[in-house]
């Protein structure tokens, strides 16, 4: 069994700062690739950060310049440092995972985090 934790989130103030982590834990023998997603109250879920087990990152539009995504050493924790917060980044952030086999053969094409509240708010 899989599970995808994270962490962080909260309050910050409009030009604050917060950072998110995600743990991948259980009987894991590869993940794809990990990321961040986020939805705000009435939109669409949009991709914020991606890498891929090769290292290879990708950033949506509202990301980029301001978060920066990485990783642990064990490459299952992934990390989202967001910077220069604005009140349209508030939302729920999700953790996500891509291609997660375990270590009995079994393979999930993706997983979901329960997600963490991100507010940006004075």
């Known amino acids: 069994q899989v599970q995808l934790a994270e962490s962080g989130g909260g309050l910050a103030p409009p030009g604050g700062s917060l950072g998110l982590s995600c743990a991948a834990s259980?009987?894991?023998?590869?993940?794809?690739?990990m990321g961040w997603y986020r939805q705000a109250p009435g939109k669409e879920r949009e991709r914020v950060a991606g890498?891929?087990?090769?290292?290879?990152?990708v950033y949506g539009d509202a990301a980029k310049g301001r978060f920066t995504i990485s990783r642990g050493s064990d490459k299952n924790t992934i990390y989202l440092q967001m910077n220069n917060l604005k009140p349209e980044d508030t939302a729920v952030y999700y953790c996500?995972?891509?291609?997660?086999?375990?270590?009995?053969?079994?393979?999930?094409?993706?997983?979901w985090g329960q997600g963490t509240l991100v507010t940006v708010s004075s």
């Open positions: 890498m891929t087990s090769g290292g290879s990152i």
């Open positions: 259980g009987n894991i023998y590869s993940i794809n690739a």
């Open positions: 996500h995972a891509v291609r997660v086999v375990t270590m009995d053969g079994d393979s999930s094409p993706e997983m």
